[in-house]
């Protein structure tokens, strides 16, 4: 583990700035996502509703601190890094606790959910067990930020959906983005790219893949077999 630590405390040039560039990736998607909640169509009923608002506030939070994270730590700049950090963990509390809500008042039993929406409630404690971990492991930086970044990407679904969805609703009107073949071979490939960048990025710091990539992979893999599976 020690060689491992001090591998990834002298990143060489090709990886610096990895983490904040892939966070501020994962930020620009949630704001395109969202962004009729933000600017074409505020006065949409779910920006009525408080849970909701709450739960997005909590999502932008999220995405942005990670922005703000990785770039301390770019900076080397980590008694800021770790002075910030229990704020950090407390908004993803909230995150988890707010997706949990809207879960459990949307539910209407396990029949009536297509395989995306039950994918979503199987990730989230998954989430929120590699958050638990990551602040167990905030003193191994090789483990703490992929458990954050990892578990991150695991919960992607709803903006890969959205901005994808939205995306091919423009170039193909008729197509139809809950179930079309198309759809979900874009959304599988742009995942899978978030994926693969991770698998570059280890192979270049740690000259092997970590095991938190791999097993975000097969995880990410692995749930969305198993929904369309049962489904």
């Known amino acids: ?35 009729d909640n933000l600017v074409t169509d505020v006065g949409q009923r779910s920006n ?7 739960h997005g506030l909590f999502a932008f939070a999220w995405m942005a601190a990670l922005v703000v994270q990785a ?25 988890v606790v ?20 039950l994918a979503n409630r199987i990730v989230l404690p998954i989430f929120a067990i590699a958050l638990v971990y990551a602040w167990r492991m905030r003193f191994v930086a090789a483990w703490h930020k992929r458990l954050i970044v990892l578990g991150t990407i695991l919960t992607l679904s709803p903006i890969l959906f959205r901005v994808l969805g939205g995306a091919l609703d423009i170039l193909f009107p008729g ?19 978030i994926l693969a960048s991770h698998w570059i990025y280890d192979l270049k710091v740690l000259r092997r893949v970590h095991p938190l990539t791999i097993g975000a992979t097969a995880t990410v893999y692995g749930v969305y077999a198993f929904v369309f599976a049962v489904a």
Request: hydrophobic residues 50%; neutral net charge; aromatic residues 12%.
């Open 175 to 193: 197509l139809s983005t809950g179930i079309d073949t198309v759809f979900i071979i874009v959304v599988g490939s742009v995942w899978t790219a």
């Open 1 to 35: 583990m020690q060689e491992t630590e001090t591998a990834e405390a002298r990143p060489r040039r090709p990886a610096n700035g990895y983490y904040t560039i892939l966070a501020g990736i994962m930020l620009a998607l949630g704001l395109l996502a969202f962004s």
């Open 48 to 54: 009525s509703d408080p849970w909701l608002v709450i």
């Open 98 to 117: 707010s997706t949990a809500y809207l879960f459990y008042a949307g539910f209407e039993g396990f029949g009536s959910m297509e395989a995306t929406v």
């Open 71 to 95: 770039n301390f730590v770019r900076k080397a700049n980590l008694a800021r890094h770790r002075k910030v950090g229990p704020c950090v963990f407390a908004i993803g509390a909230g995150l």
